[in-house]
């Protein structure tokens, strides 16, 4: 019986049949979901955004739109970069572009938290905010249907540019996000360093306690993921 439960885990885990990818597509989804929960948290600090949101957040405050709308414009701006740079794409970068941003206009329009207002309560909020994104993170790269597409476009940009590690890379996207965020009106502060530099060990810890490794993980295509779903069953004699 334990035998029989690993091999259907491990084929889910593969995306090898139609069934498979829908249930990690719903797993991605509902993971997704939560951790827009996180981010919003993160937000409702009020202390400064994360620099990915300071520039959604500045984008929806000069548009005069929603975040997660300014948050779906952007997620799908840095998709066609990542198609662009000719890296990996999967259904679960599209389930992100959408679900996340969306997930906080739903916490914001039904008030779930109201802003922190002062430094003493928006740190540990924003901690619980980062500990949330961290171990959803977890489960939504467990279905194994590709990265985020902020994160594709750094390991995109850090293969073509050799000479610089990963973290300038990473340092110079997110210092440039912050900018043009701020420029536009979004909220920048203590709580933008504490993202920038936190999340990554945050991370780092949530994934060792689930006993996680990212580095493992086989995302799938989406080209591949079509070619489960078009594949059809052997044909039978006699059928």
Request: proline letters at 5%; one cysteine or more.
């Amino acid at each position: 019986m334990r035998t029989d439960i690993r091999q259907r885990l491990k084929l889910l885990e593969q995306n090898r049949t139609p069934g498979a990818i829908v249930a990690n597509m719903f797993l991605a989804a509902v993971s997704l979901f939560v951790n827009g929960f996180g981010v919003y948290l993160t937000i409702q600090a009020n202390i400064g955004a994360a620099p990915w949101d300071v520039l959604g957040l500045g984008v929806s405050r000069t548009l005069g739109i929603l975040y997660g709308t300014a948050s779906v414009a952007i997620s799908l701006a840095i998709l066609l970069m990542d198609i662009l740079l000719k890296e990996p794409i999967g259904i679960a970068m599209f389930i992100d572009a959408v679900v996340v941003g969306k997930s906080v206009d739903f916490f914001n329009w039904i008030g779930a938290v109201p802003k922190c207002p002062n430094l003493f309560i928006g740190i540990p909020v924003m901690a619980a905010g980062l500990f949330i994104i961290a171990y959803t993170q977890f489960t939504y790269m467990k279905a194994a249907l590709s990265c985020g597409p902020r994160d594709t476009l750094l390991v995109g940009v850090a293969k073509r540019l050799k000479k610089l590690p990963i973290g300038a890379v990473s340092i110079a996207i997110l210092s440039s996000a912050t900018l043009i965020g701020w420029l536009l009106g979004g909220p920048a502060g203590v709580g933008t360093l504490i993202c920038a530099f936190a999340t990554g060990p945050i991370m780092q810890f949530s994934f060792r306690t689930v006993r996680f490794d990212a580095t493992r993980i086989k995302h799938q295509r989406l080209s591949d993921s079509i070619k489960v779903f078009l594949r059809r069953p052997p044909y039978h004699k006699g059928e």
